[in-house]
């Protein structure tokens, strides 16, 4: 069971990138799970981005993201993805992709409730 995120670099702000998360292992049931992405700026916490249902249909944001950020997924593929247009050196984080132990998407839930999680992958914006 694993999620691998790919698609972070460098970019100047104003820029776009496009996260993608792939989830593998048979065990895994991708697509009964709401995903998120939660990010780690250097020397803070991990920071909640957005939430996606299992169907992906409801989707919550972040304020500090919202109309900048959208998140997506491919249940027939088990990806997850995450379009950031309109970065800021704010978003330099690291980005994690993860599993939330629900179906249902949210914008309260603790991190403590995401049940796996990916390596990360690094977003740094440039002033």
Do not use: H
């Not at 992405?37 to 409801?58: C, F, H, L, M, Y």
């Not at 990806?79 to 800021?88: I, P, R």
């Amino acid at each position: 069971v694993q999620l691998v995120e790919s698609g972070g670099g460098l970019v100047q702000a104003g820029g776009s990138l496009s996260l993608t998360c792939a989830a593998s292992g048979s065990a895994f049931s991708f697509t009964r799970y709401a995903m998120a992405w939660v990010r780690q700026a250097p020397g803070k916490g991990r920071e909640w981005v957005s939430d996606i249902n299992s169907g992906g249909v409801t989707t919550y944001y972040a304020d500090s993201v919202k109309g900048r950020f959208t998140i997506s997924r491919n249940n027939a593929k088990n990806t997850l993805n995450l379009q950031m247009n309109g970065l800021k050196p704010e978003d330099t984080a690291v980005y994690y992709c993860a599993r939330a132990n629900t179906p249902y998407a949210s914008d309260w839930r603790s991190l403590d409730d995401y049940d796996f999680w990916g390596q990360g992958t690094q977003v740094t914006v440039s002033s």
